[in-house]
Every structure is written in C-alpha cells, then in structure tokens.
C-alpha cells in the first residue's frame, strides 16, 4: 500500500481493547468541543503512524514474556487536549510489523490510569490473542 506521494503507508488495525479505551477516555470531558478536540488529537497520531511508525515521542517496549520476533512493541507518550497532571499525559502502547506494513493498536490510557504500563499479564494475554488473530489478515 502506498500514500499519495508514493511512501509505504502502514495498515492500522485497532483492537477492541483499544477502541473501549477511546470511548471511556472521551467520555471523561465535560464538553463536547474538548471531547472532539481529543479524538482529533488521536486520529492525527493514528494517520501519522501510518507513514512512520517510529514517532518522536515513541520507544521500544520490553515485550510481557512473548517472543514475536517479526514485531516491535512500542509506547507513543503523547499530551492530551485540554488536560492537565497526570490525566493529561496519554500513553498509546501498539505494535509494528514492518515486513507486512502492518501496526495493531494495543492500550490506550494515561499516566493517572497506569504510572508506568498496564500488567504484564493482561498485556500478555491481549497481546497474544491480537497477534495469533493477525496471522489470519
């Protein structure tokens, strides 16, 4: 797949996990202006994702006890619209395979839900069934 200007674009699958945790995080503003303004904020980085995903602000993640050794696993730390502290530092954690321009987005949260990543167990398990699921695309 290639972009208008003729780059590899990076096909981007969102996991359920993912799509509930857009969901709760807009329904935390109080107006509707604030709430669009976040999902404006997300869908930029998606987009961008797909022509380079390894965005400044992004870094390698030590994977939960799995071994895909065709995927990278990465956090974008990124600021959120209209939030401050804590709640205002937003995490996307996803997963690259540049062999088939593929990135599956895992966890969306903030720092105030997680001060550090969600655990490894559960990142472990979402994991897993998202990748053995890709085998299938």
Not at 3 to 24: A, C, D, H, M, Q
Not at 91 to 98: D, F, I, P, S, W
Request: charge should be positive.
């Amino acid at each position: 797949m290639t972009s208008e200007n003729g780059s590899l674009k990076y096909k981007v699958i969102p996991s359920t996990k993912f799509e509930r945790n857009i969901k709760v995080l807009k329904k935390q503003y109080k107006s509707k202006r604030a709430a669009r303004a976040f999902f404006v904020c997300i869908s930029n980085i998606i987009e961008a994702l797909t022509h380079h995903p390894q965005l400044d602000g992004s870094r390698l993640e030590p994977w939960p006890n799995l071994n895909y050794p065709d995927w990278e696993f990465r956090k974008l730390i990124f600021s959120m619209p209209e939030r401050s502290g804590a709640s205002g530092e937003g995490r996307l954690m996803y997963l690259v395979n540049q062999q088939h321009l593929l990135i599956r987005l895992v966890w969306l949260y903030t720092h105030e839900d997680f001060k550090k990543r969600p655990p490894d167990k559960d990142l472990k398990t979402l994991m897993r069934e998202l990748l053995d699921d890709t085998e299938n695309i």
